[in-house]
């Protein structure tokens, strides 16, 4: 709530000074020491501004691997990197926002660089528990998952693209250690329900997820900075018959290991 401070000095044989007055927010309606401790951390990962942007790189150790009925391809311990850009809006008072995030990744293999794509649409539910900020979100995906090819004998040739599009939905659960560090968990899961197959043949539906945990610094007030880890697997499944298989599936799978670097700024 609001709380007004009134003051004005008096004194004998002093004329009576002007009324000075003061107006300020109290979380919770609460002035103790452990609710005004509480409103401090609250603050200290709250975004000031309505929108914010993000910016981040990751460093990525993937292993892929594509396989059917008659054989498997595999790419292991594939080092590669992420950028990504993001921008949302959520004024801090208020329980709903939105954000939006685009993906480029890739890795090298000899001379060659392979890069894929992904988007992703949020939109967010905010909740405080205590000093701790819970945030649901949920949207729909774009992800383009690399498949690997090799030439019967077990050497790399080169990839193919495959796309993911579905819905998808998450958590974040940061909690405060002081009005500069905290620490950050979280999780997402992806149901694959369309896209397009390498060979223009039928999706089938496939679950995709990440968890991390990540450590946040708030640099000044508008900008915060985090680095931490993430685990990701990506999977595909596409129908790829043959002329004694009519039902063969190829199954994709991307897992990685990433280390995370992000800045996130409020304007």
Do not use: C
Not at 13 to 24: D, G, H, M, R
Not at 105 to 121: Q, V
Not at 164 to 177: D, E, T
Not at 207 to 229: D, K, N, P, T
């Amino acid at each position: 709530g609001t709380y007004r401070l009134i003051v004005r000095p008096q004194a004998t044989l002093v004329s009576k000074s002007p009324i000075a007055k003061l107006e300020f927010p109290v979380s919770g309606g609460l002035r103790t020491p452990a609710a005004v401790e509480e409103a401090v951390l609250r603050e200290s990962i709250e975004k000031p501004k309505s929108f914010y942007a993000i910016a981040s790189y990751f460093i990525t150790l993937m292993n892929l691997e594509a396989k059917d009925l008659n054989s498997i391809s595999k790419l292991p311990n594939a080092i590669g990197g992420t950028g990504r850009l993001g921008v949302g809006w959520h004024k801090p008072e208020a329980d709903f926002g939105v954000f939006g995030i685009v993906d480029m990744s890739g890795f090298n293999i000899g001379t060659e660089n392979y890069t894929f794509a992904s988007a992703e649409m949020h939109g967010t539910y905010k909740r405080y528990w205590n000093s701790n900020q819970l945030v649901l979100s949920g949207g729909v995906f774009l992800k383009e998952l690399p498949m690997v090819l090799d030439d019967g004998a077990g050497t790399f040739t080169g990839v193919n693209i495959h796309r993911n599009i579905g819905p998808h939905a998450g958590f974040r659960l940061w909690h405060p250690f002081s009005n500069k560090l905290g620490v950050q968990f979280n999780g997402r899961l992806y149901y694959n329900v369309a896209g397009s197959a390498p060979n223009g043949e039928t999706i089938n539906p496939t679950f995709s997820y990440q968890f991390g945990v990540l450590g946040s610094y708030r640099i000044r007030e508008s900008l915060m900075g985090f680095a931490g880890y993430a685990y990701r697997q990506d999977n595909g499944s596409f129908m790829s018959p043959t002329a004694t298989q009519p039902e063969n599936t190829m199954d994709l799978s991307v897992t990685g290991h990433y280390l995370n670097f992000i800045l996130e700024y409020a304007f």
